[in-house]
């Protein structure tokens, strides 16, 4: 096997810890000796061993010698478990090869200088892209300590997330809504505006076997939402955040009865966005996927706050100038002021196009 068989090997290992590292990251280690494979490991659950002790905890041999293919940056400091770089150098490996940087300030560079102090050999940067795409949430929320926010929609070829009517299901194919349920398992949290749970009385949950939920968030400015609504209704068992701007106290006093969390974040009698997002972070929550319909859409857009739009595109079309798309508000006046982003993957599902867009940075 080769150096970039050994590195997509400690990629796939990463990958087997969607859904349950958050807010920390995906990781993935492989130890290699003699041109064989003596170790696997990746970062399974949040707080548990990180990749590489787990790759050496599976050792099957000695690693005197030996080199690790380390997906991201070694740890050096004590967290929730000890530093990895004194496990590395513990079990005799020579060289450590990394794909990723790590920028959480308590590792950024000092694991390198950590291991090479130690006279092991460190290659950096290798397969840095590929790496890099297992974290896209973790590198955020470490710097920015606010969750990554991934908008979603689908809509037809003119750009319709429902008919003049309102009719929305179904848009896209069942294989596509299936994609959008993995992703709810994917992210940590889920928001949508009060339009939709009065229109829909969604559950916003995950219903796929052996996945989790994720917490759901609404905005819901005038605390609207019915205390019969299927989400308040099972707030007990999934966990439940509702975001207003003036909450009468006797239904704030209801809903938490009912186990939902009511967060006061007002600005001129909307919800503050901002300030909701910032409180989100406080409590650990590090990656959103937004649901929201048009009205929502556009204050996260407006307040910058998104960072990927999947667009799931139909080969449909609806017409009709009152149907709805999916950013409304009142929109802009010059193409220049156009919020933008880069188109970062294109995935054909049967007759759908999933369109995976990543905001500029600038
Ligand atoms: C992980 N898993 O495989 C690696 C991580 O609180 P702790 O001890 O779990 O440390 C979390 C930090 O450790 C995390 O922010 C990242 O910088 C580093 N590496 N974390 O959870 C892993 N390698
Ligand atoms: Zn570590």
Not at 73 to 84: D, L, T
Not at 90 to 109: H, Q, T, W, Y
Not at 133 to 150: D, S, T
Not at 276 to 299: R, V
Request: with cysteine.
């Amino acid at each position: 096997m080769q150096k970039k068989e050994y590195m997509l090997r400690a990629i796939e290992l990463a990958k087997q810890g969607v859904g349950w590292t958050s807010p920390n990251p995906l990781v993935g280690a492989v130890i290699v000796k003699d041109g064989r494979i003596i170790g696997e490991g990746y970062h399974e659950k949040y707080g548990e061993l990180h990749a590489e002790r787990n790759a050496i905890k599976h050792l099957k041999e000695s690693a005197e010698g030996a080199t690790i293919y380390v997906t991201l940056e070694p740890c050096c400091h004590y967290g929730k478990q000890p530093p990895c770089t004194e496990a590395i150098a513990e079990a005799g490996i020579k060289k450590v090869v990394i794909g990723s940087r790590d920028p959480n300030p308590l590792v950024a560079g000092k694991g390198v200088r950590f291991l090479r102090a130690q006279g092991i050999e460190v290659e950096e940067d290798f397969m840095r892209e590929e790496c890099d795409e297992l974290n896209p949430v973790f590198f955020h929320f470490i710097q920015m300590k606010r969750p990554y926010i991934v908008m979603k929609y689908a809509m037809t070829m003119d750009g319709k997330i429902a008919t003049k009517t309102g009719k929305s299901k179904w848009i896209t194919s069942e294989q596509s809504r299936k994609i959008v349920h993995e992703m709810r398992d994917q992210y940590t949290a889920i928001m949508a505006g009060i339009g939709t749970v009065l229109k829909d009385d969604p559950m916003l949950n995950t219903r796929i076997e052996g996945k989790k939920s994720p917490i759901r968030i609404i905005c819901d400015s005038k605390l609207q939402i019915p205390l019969e609504s299927k989400i308040c209704q099972s707030a007990k068992e999934y966990p439940t955040i509702i975001a207003c701007a003036d909450a009468e106290q006797e239904k704030k006093a209801d809903l938490e009865m009912l186990g939902v969390q009511v967060l006061e974040v007002s600005k001129e009698g909307r919800v503050d966005l901002k300030k909701l997002i910032e409180i989100l972070g406080e409590q650990k929550i590090d990656s959103i996927l937004l649901e929201g319909g048009g009205t929502l859409n556009e204050s996260m857009l407006r307040e910058n706050l998104v960072n990927e739009v999947h667009v799931f595109l139909a080969p449909k079309i609806f017409g009709g100038k009152g149907a709805p798309s999916p950013v409304e508000g009142c929109g802009i006046c010059e193409v220049k002021d156009a919020k933008e982003f880069y188109l970062q993957d294109i995935r054909k599902i049967g007759e759908d196009v999933q369109l995976t867009y990543r905001k500029e940075v600038p």
